[in-house]
């Protein structure tokens, strides 16, 4: 008997079941979800456009990709992104199987449908658990004494601090102390005896801690003690703080009074301060995340348009529209542009990019931001990229077109990447203008993968059709105005109520704005390709040098979170 014969032939049955279950659930979803919309498309031509802020008047008026992009391929790769969901335990977070297959159906669609050259580029992510409560003793004058840990932070002596290393130091360790803070290298070169091997105690202040543990890094100490300033009542114990993930030291945050106890210690000639300290923690293994990146094979090298979009959702849901309409989007977009050839015709080389491990703080952006900083080859250097567009979530069910606002950039950021962004968000508003929309602004600050793209310099825009926030009814009014009443559109509710929950699903996709947004992303991403001199238009030198000399000079960030200031100084 041939058994493998037969179960070949179930296997070709279920197949076919399957296809066609497949065909008839996205007919399905597509139908209704689209049918929903349909009513909603009345553009009233009699309307003005309204006045809504300047505009760059630089309408392509027959931009050939958003003619060629179509809502139902987009809808299509957002039912593949739900039904992997559905398969996996209803999520596509990293480190789940539905983040792995998310990147895959990425990687292989485009591989199959274009000639781009596809590049994953692996990195580790490390999570932060202690195993047991940190432990300090300290030895003054031979007086030992068992420090106080307590996540009651008023009782506390000292607190662990996140994404410190590991450490069983159980030998008394003699302590340096760093003059100033630790904020500059002649604080870390004048200490005395040298830092390296050795226990530095820093003081807040002056500079954020993730730049003196930087020092404490680069100095080769063997563990950073930090300790509070005493400047206010409320600078007394100690606090949590966060290092970055790629952190390679062990350190502890200290109160006040007990750092004040082991500088006067060390200062005092004639006695003696050291500690022993154990941290012990969880050992998991960092897991690998990818970042997928997909090149137009024509074009500038020297001069990339950096498209993206994120590929993971959070833990608790399927995350379609955060941020699967994102990553839709941008398949789709990408996949236009190579079947109608408009790439081969473009100055500039367009890399397509979905980031992973955005939801934990954008991680996979970050990681190609600093790559390219450290880059040396042609193509990858971070003056290779000249603007990053960022198209997160687009199809909120109760949306709004949200339009990132250059204007609202922070003031870390580099001058370097504000005239280019305030253009991007004309371009933006141009093309929703002339169309008869309305839209609303939306801040670009540290919500996205644009971010890191900001900080580094690069100019930024993109699209947002809201998520928290509420809707208001005189947003509703407005928008009524100019695309007549909108029965889902309702007052007072988020713009996704569904955001980072289990009910962010295929349903919880507004199709009519979804499409919308998705063609205002191709008109932005035409435009800025077609534009004759794109380094010029966006970097216009006089204007960052008029810039430069108006605001007190910013300095280089060398990581997000010192650049989001998450470690408060
Ligand atoms: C349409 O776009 C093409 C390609 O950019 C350009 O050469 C042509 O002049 C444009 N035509 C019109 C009518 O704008
Ligand atoms: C599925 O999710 C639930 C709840 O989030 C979790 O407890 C369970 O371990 C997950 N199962 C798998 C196979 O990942
Ligand atoms: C995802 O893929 C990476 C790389 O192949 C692998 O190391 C990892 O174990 C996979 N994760 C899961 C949860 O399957
Ligand atoms: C892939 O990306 C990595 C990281 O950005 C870069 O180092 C590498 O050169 C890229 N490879 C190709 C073939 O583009
Ligand atoms: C210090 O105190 C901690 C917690 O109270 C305790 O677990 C530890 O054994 C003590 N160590 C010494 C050396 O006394
Ligand atoms: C620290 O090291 C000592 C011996 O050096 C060992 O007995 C102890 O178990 C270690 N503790 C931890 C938490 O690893
Ligand atoms: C300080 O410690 C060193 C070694 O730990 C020791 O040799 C020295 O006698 C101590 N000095 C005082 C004043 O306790
Ligand atoms: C320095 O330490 C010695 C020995 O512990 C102590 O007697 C003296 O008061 C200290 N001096 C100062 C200025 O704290
Ligand atoms: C959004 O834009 C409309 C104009 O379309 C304006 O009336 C409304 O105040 C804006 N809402 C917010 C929250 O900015
Ligand atoms: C958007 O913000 C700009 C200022 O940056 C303002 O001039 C404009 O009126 C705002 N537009 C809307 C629709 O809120
Ligand atoms: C821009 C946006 O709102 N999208 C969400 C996508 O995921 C990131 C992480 O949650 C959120 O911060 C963004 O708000
Ligand atoms: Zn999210």
Redesign the pocket.
């Given at each position: 008997m041939n058994t493998s014969g037969s179960c070949l032939l179930i296997i070709i049955v279920l197949t076919g079941l399957f296809v066609i279950i497949s065909i008839a659930l996205n007919a399905a979803i597509l139908g209704i979800v689209i049918n929903r919309f349909d009513q909603l498309k009345k553009t009233n031509d009699n309307q003005e456009p309204t006045t809504m802020s300047t505009t760059t008047n630089r309408i392509?008026?027959?931009s050939?990709l958003v003619e060629a992009i179509r809502i139902s391929d987009v809808m299509e790769h957002l039912s593949q992104l739900y039904r992997i969901a559905l398969t996996e335990n209803g999520t596509r977070a990293i480190n789940t199987k539905g983040f792995n297959r998310t990147i895959d159906y990425i990687a292989d669609y485009l591989s199959i449908n274009t000639n781009y050259y596809i590049n994953k580029t692996y990195f580790p992510i490390r999570t932060f658990q202690l195993a047991n409560n940190p432990i300090l003793l300290t030895s003054i004058n031979g007086v030992i004494i068992n420090r106080t840990y307590s996540t009651d932070l008023t009782k506390a002596e000292f607190f662990h601090i996140q994404y410190s290393t590991a450490i069983n130091l159980t030998d008394f360790t003699a302590l340096t102390v760093i003059p100033n803070g630790g904020c500059l290298d002649e604080d870390w070169l004048s200490a005395n005896p040298s830092p390296m091997g050795r226990i530095v105690l820093a003081k807040r202040g002056l500079c954020d801690f993730i730049q003196k543990a930087a020092f404490a890094t680069t100095y080769q100490a063997k563990t950073l003690l930090l300790y509070n300033d005493g400047a206010s009542s409320d600078r007394n114990n100690p606090i949590f703080i966060s290092l970055d993930r790629s952190n390679e030291l062990p350190a502890l945050f200290l109160s006040f009074d007990l750092g004040q106890e082991l500088a006067n210690a060390f200062l005092n000639s004639t006695s003696n301060a050291s500690v022993c300290l154990i941290i012990d923690l969880v050992n998991i293994p960092p897991f690998p995340v990818a970042n997928i990146c997909a090149d137009t094979p024509t074009g500038d090298i020297t001069q990339t348009i950096i498209v993206g979009s994120h590929s993971d959702s959070v833990p608790d849901g399927p995350g379609i529209n955060d941020n699967g309409s994102g990553s839709a989007a941008n398949l789709a977009l990408a996949v236009a542009l190579f079947q109608t050839s408009i790439y081969t015709?473009l100055k500039y080389r367009i890399r397509f990019c979905w980031w992973g491990a955005e939801e934990i703080g954008l991680i996979g952006s970050d990681f190609y931001v600093k790559q390219a900083k450290l880059s040396t080859i042609i193509g990858e250097r971070l003056s290779d990229n000249l603007v990053n567009l960022n198209f997160d979530m687009l199809g909120s069910p109760n949306y709004v077109f949200g339009i990132y606002n250059g204007e609202t950039i922070t003031n870390t950021t580099p001058e370097n990447a504000i005239p280019g962004s305030i253009k991007v968000t004309s371009l933006f508003r141009d093309w929703f203008n002339s169309q008869k929309l309305p839209w609303n602004n939306s801040t670009l600050g540290s919500g996205s993968d644009y971010a890191p793209f900001l900080a580094a310099g690069v100019a930024a825009g993109g699209l947002l059709s809201g998520a928290s926030g509420i809707k208001t009814k005189e947003q509703c009014d407005r928008y009524a105005l100019l695309l007549g009443p909108d029965p889902y559109c309702t007052p007072n509710i988020a713009q996704d109520p569904c955001y980072h929950r289990s009910c962010d699903t295929i349903w919880n996709i507004n199709v009519f704005a979804y499409e919308k947004m998705v063609k205002a992303a191709g008109y932005v991403i035409e435009s800025l390709a077609?534009t004759d001199n794109l380094k010029e238009w966006l970097y216009p030198t006089q204007e960052i040098q008029n810039l430069k000399s108006s605001r007190k000079n910013k300095r280089e960030y060398n990581s997000i979170s010192e650049y989001f200031g998450l470690t408060s100084v």
């Open positions: 392509l008026l027959n050939s015709t077609r």
